[in-house]
Antibody, heavy 119, light 105 residues
């Protein structure tokens, strides 16, 4: 059974850097073709993909946010970390991490963590 | 950039068939997945690789993809199917549609 759980601050101030951790079980990020992605959802709005990291450390980013995002993995800890710099109130959203068994889709999602950006 | 377009809302009567579309340039050349999201819950994948159903997803949910349009079809719609539905494809990056609110009247 695959599980993922997001953790990090619930409140950040504008201009600060957000660091979120996805801790997972039930799969290994050293398995060929496997990846973990981050997706966010502002309140009442649509899903927005942020970043994806693969088993071989290949990384992909949303073009519109690429300059602000960094995704890394710690295979031994079963964790993926996303950092987003220069946070703004418009970045207020629920942030999800999800398992990516093949490039095209996400078959298991975490419960999400709501991050509010406010001074 | 690659965009996926969904109707904001679709309404259906219980027991009838609901169709939710997702449009994109040459979408039929890409794999499409669909996610169901109920209020306060995380998205759940209901269709992947255009038409495959994960275990536990009812057979009344089906998918197709051809030309510029992918379609999620829900046959014999039930009250429990009321949710937001998102399509998603890969175009050298992950792309989500804007979501469709399915209302079962």
């Amino acid at each position: 059974q695959i599980t993922l759980k997001e953790s990090g601050p619930t409140l950040v101030k504008p201009t600060q850097t957000l660091t979120l951790t996805c801790t997972f079980s039930g799969f290994s990020l050293s398995t060929r073709e496997v990846g973990v992605g981050w997706i966010r959802q502002p309140p009442g709005k649509a899903l927005e993909w942020l970043a994806l990291i693969y088993w071989n450390d290949d990384k992909r980013y949303s073009p519109s946010l690429k300059s602000r995002l960094t995704i890394t993995k710690d295979t031994s800890k079963n964790q993926v970390v996303l950092t987003m710099t220069n946070m703004d109130p418009v970045d207020t959203a629920t942030y999800y991490c999800a398992h990516n068994p093949e490039t095209e889709y996400f078959d298991s999602w975490g419960q999400g963590t709501l991050v509010t950006v406010s001074s | 950039s690659y965009d996926l377009t969904q109707p904001p809302s679709v309404s259906v009567s219980p027991g009838q068939t609901a169709s939710i579309t997702c449009s994109g340039d040459k979408l039929g050349d890409k794999y499409v997945s669909w996610y169901q999201q109920k209020p306060g819950q995380s998205p759940v994948m209901v269709i992947y690789q255009d038409a495959k159903r994960p275990s536990g997803i009812p057979e009344r949910l089906s998918g197709s993809n051809s030309g510029n349009t992918a379609t999620l079809t829900i046959s014999g719609t039930q009250a429990m199917d009321e949710a937001e539905y998102y399509c998603q494809a890969w175009d050298d990056r992950v792309v989500f549609g804007g979501g469709t609110k399915l209302t079962v009247l």
